[in-house]
């Protein structure tokens, strides 16, 4: 199955993902900074759906963002974001690390993003996790941005998520009788925001919640709890915004309340050194308007 893309108010509908034309969105600008850094723990399944529909608009000068919608329904959407919150998606989750050369826009301009699957495929999007919708983002931006990219690995400074003395303080999320019981089964957790500085976890595991930390921290954050089960827990502080070295001053964040508050889940944050995969970006393309 394909996607149809499309630049809503800019461009008509365009190819589709996995074809080999020119991407639907053509400009000049091109970056050879952006540097998103990639968790190095195990990786997600692959996804066994693709997108059905693909919408990039253009964010009016007065609008603001407002919500970013992950994996309900049938679709995943984001509401005058950046396209690096879209990168950061697409190879997150971990912090986003830059390097010279970046094209201003990718920081500065909002869209709203809007991928929808099929409806024969919702079922299946439902009960995927996060990890999984990333790999489906990533696979559609070198056709919605013309979007290039290299891998390096480098050294940097990370945290390792442990468990503390004491152990955990949360539980496993108990069985759901309803839901299918088959090992091949997607199986999703979820994060809700009850305050702008508090998270509810839900049927989550601990990569779940080291991807959230380290968006929200200055560096990678890896799993190395070795706990493999599904739990329930609240995080406090954590920001509603993603932390960003380029936009964000470091005085303005609270990393010391973010650490602390893991200690009160019976874990800890240790700092250490690891050589991480990190994706660079050789080019990007802006969406071009009529």
Known sequence: M?????????????MAVGQTASAPAAGSAAATGAVVSVATATGPAPPTIK????????????????Y???????????????????????YGGGSTFLVKGEPDWVDTDPYDF????????????????????????????????NLKVHTEIQS???????????????????????????AKTPVSGSVH????????????TMLDLAGGLAARLDRDVIDKTGLTGRYDF????????????????????????IINGVESLGLKLEPGKSDTNVIVIDHIERPQEN
């Open 2 to 14: 394909t996607a149809k893309i499309c630049i809503v108010g800019l461009m008509s509908c365009g």
């Open 114 to 145: 809007v991928a929808k699957v099929a409806p024969e495929d919702a079922a299946t999007w439902q009960k995927m996790d996060l990890p999984t919708k990333r790999l489906m983002v990533r696979a559609i931006l070198p056709d919605i941005l």
């Open 234 to 257: 609240h995080v406090k502080p954590l920001p509603l915004a993603h932390y960003d070295p380029k936009t964000t001053n470091v005085e303005d964040t609270d990393f010391g309340g």
């Open 51 to 66: 997108f059905d529909v693909v919408v990039l608009k253009r964010c009016a000068p007065d609008d603001v963002a407002g």
């Open 68 to 90: 970013n919608t992950i994996g309900t329904g049938d679709s995943m959407e984001r509401h005058c974001q950046t396209i690096k919150t879209l990168l950061n998606m697409a």
């Open 156 to 182: 940097r400074p990370i945290y390792n998520l442990v468990v503390a003395k004491g152990g955990p303080t949360f539980s496993e999320t108990k069985p759901d009788l309803n839901s299918p019981t088959d």
């Open 193 to 204: 925001r009850v305050d702008y500085d508090e998270a509810a976890y839900t049927n989550s």
